[in-house]
């Protein structure tokens, strides 16, 4: 799942599961903080979901 730099909370990641990711029950595992601030991206250790940076995105303070 590509990320706009405002979708990223402040501490440079996401929460999983996240209804935004297309899920259909997305509430299926417990929830997790993915950092993506340091590579870019990161894998749920749940699902699988990868969620990246888009390109050109930067994050403010990271």
């Known amino acids: 799942m590509e990320l706009t730099a405002k ?35 990161g894998k749920c250790p749940y699902c699988g979901t990868v969620y990246r940076l888009k390109a050109g995105e930067v994050l403010k303070g990271h």
Do not use: Y
């Open 7 to 41: 979708e990223v909370h402040d501490h440079g990641g996401v929460f999983c599961p996240n209804p935004k990711a297309g899920m259909k029950i997305w509430n299926t595992h417990p929830r997790v903080f993915i950092e993506i601030a340091h590579a870019g991206e």
